[in-house]
């Protein structure tokens, strides 16, 4: 993005209505997006049937889950609440059971602390402080960093992200980064919670042994309290399931808005977080979740997924009760049985679209014909 756009972001995407005409006429693509035959989504009404189907059978993996009680506030949520929105680039918005139950975005804020650090500092100071590679590790884990000599693993782990902090602290305050969030998931009812935000403060020994061990590294060279604070303000923001629909969408749409034109982060910036969130959005079980599912999602704690099917639909998935990597087990299992019916997965070709290996390819692989 331009250095305008980077200084819309400091601003908060400013009240300066001049500016802010200016940045909406530069980049204003066209309003109704070009779909692909191959990402031609099902109609409305078949895609509803579809995923109310795939609810019902997500509903039965809850009582398999727990919500996360080491933050004493999210312990209080009630583990059967499931909700879903499904916003498709072209068509109708679809939404189900509880999609508009406000909830702490926790580890899905990671996208946004990543997308406004890669428009103002750049990709290449970004990655300075932390890498690009799955850690294999729990969200939480110190082990990489204490064992190795290394940066965080990645910027959607708790490590990354604060380290991420500690490049935004010093260009951004949080009222900078709320107004942008409301912006980028067009909902201007985000709000702090500042309930939560009180119960991980008082109890973020793990995050706050991270950051000190940051900075003793020199990943982290803000305070690191004021760091840990700002991390967990971006974590305690409530959103609902329709919220990181709009977010996905945009997402999906090269980082413009489909409705408007509107372009909320560079092309560049679009793809490092999509393809970041295929390869690390979903912790220890990114890998699994990616040959199961097959889309670029992000998790949270508080029960949050957000999900982007590129160039198809933006999806926001709420359901508290969690599976043993801190991922929605309800969600996961919704976003599974839709992928394939609805034409999600990142790879999905109706070309290509063949289940059965041909008996003749088994004969060849037998006898080493195909090599």
Not at 146 to 170: E, F, M, T
Not at 209 to 217: E, H, P
Not at 226 to 252: H, I, P, Q, W
Request: hydrophobic content about 35%; some cysteine.
């Amino acid at each position: 993005m331009t250095d305008a756009g980077s200084r819309e972001i400091r601003q908060g995407l400013s009240e300066d209505r001049e500016l802010h005409e200016k940045l909406v006429e530069r980049n204003t693509i066209h309003m109704e997006p070009v779909i692909d035959k191959r990402y031609q989504l099902r109609e409305t009404s078949k895609a509803t049937e579809i995923i109310q189907k795939a609810m019902d059978l997500a509903r039965e993996e809850i009582p398999r889950g727990r919500v996360a009680t080491y933050i004493p506030e999210l312990g209080k949520v009630d583990p059967h609440q499931l909700g879903i929105c499904f916003y498709p680039l072209k068509g109708d918005k679809i939404t189900l059971g509880d999609y508009d139950v406000r909830f702490t975005m926790q580890s899905v804020s990671k996208v946004i602390m990543l997308i406004v650090a890669l428009e103002i500092c750049g990709s290449k100071k970004v990655f300075k402080k932390v890498g690009m590679e799955p850690s294999g590790e729990a969200f939480d884990s110190l082990v990489e960093l204490d064992v190795n000599d290394s940066k965080p693993y990645n910027p959607l782990i708790n490590s990354g992200a604060l380290a991420v902090c500690g490049l935004l602290l010093p260009e951004v305050s949080f009222q900078d980064m709320l107004r942008y969030t409301r912006n980028v998931c067009s909902d201007m009812g985000v709000e702090l919670n500042e309930d939560v935000f009180d119960s991980e403060m008082k109890s973020c020994s793990r995050n706050r042994s991270i950051a000190y061990l940051l900075q003793s590294k020199g990943i982290i060279q803000t305070d690191v309290e004021d760091t840990l604070r700002f991390y967990t303000k971006m974590c305690s923001m409530s959103v609902n399931a329709e919220s990181l629909a709009n977010l996905g969408r945009k997402l999906a749409n090269d980082g413009v808005s489909a409705s408007d034109g509107k372009r909320y982060m560079s092309s560049g910036t679009a793809r490092i977080v999509k393809t970041l969130m295929l390869t690390c959005g979903m912790y220890d079980g990114s890998g699994t979740f990616a040959i199961k599912v097959g889309i670029p999602s992000k998790s949270g704690v508080g029960g949050g997924l957000l999900s982007v099917s590129d160039k198809r639909a933006g999806i926001g998935v709420f359901g508290p009760a969690l599976d043993a990597q801190g991922n929605s087990i309800a969600g996961c299992k919704l976003l599974r049985e839709i992928s394939n019916e609805l034409r999600l997965n990142l790879f999905f070709d109706p070309e290509w679209d063949k289940e059965e290996l041909n008996e003749d390819v088994i004969n060849d692989i037998r006898n080493g014909s195909v090599i």
